[in-house]
Nanobody
Framework: QVQLVESGGGSVQAGGSLRLSCVASRYTRSNNCMGWFRQAPGKEREGVAVISSDGSTNYADSVKGRFTISQDNVKISLFLQMNSLKPEDTAMYYC???????????????????WGQGTQVTVSS
């Protein structure tokens, strides 16, 4: 069974930076998508950034220019560099991976079959 394990969350002041990491096991990185999603209390889970196995990316407008998604396809790892953090970025962040996908990667939670347990990011003003 595919397993995703996130790390790197924490508490930071507004304007600070964090780097999230996700390591996948029993997952083959080919013709599929991986991504970062977040969910704040009382809100729906939203797609932050996704990346295809060939490196194409898709970001939410709210994080463009501040967050960067990257991957290591050899180690099957996913990263999210978050800069200029804002209080509204506070949420539980989840790493997700899809089954085989033919077409662009979309930031739609229902398209991702595998999920990590999440890592909390808290940004104070």
């Amino acid at each position: 069974q595919v397993q995703l394990v996130e790390s790197g969350g924490g508490s930071v002041q507004a304007g600070g930076s964090l780097r999230l990491s996700c390591v996948a096991s029993r997952y083959t990185r080919s013709n599929n998508c991986m991504g970062w999603f977040r969910q704040a209390p009382g809100k729906e889970r939203e797609g932050v950034a996704v990346i295809s196995s060939d490196g194409s990316t898709n970001y939410a407008d709210s994080v463009k220019g501040r967050f960067t998604i990257s991957q290591d396809n050899v180690k099957i790892s996913l990263f999210l560099q978050m800069n200029s953090l804002k209080p509204e970025d506070t949420a539980m962040y989840y790493c997700a991976a899809s089954r085989a996908t033919y077409g662009p990667c979309l930031r739609i939670p229902a398209l991702f079959a595998y999920w990590g347990q999440g890592t909390q990011v808290t940004v104070s003003s």
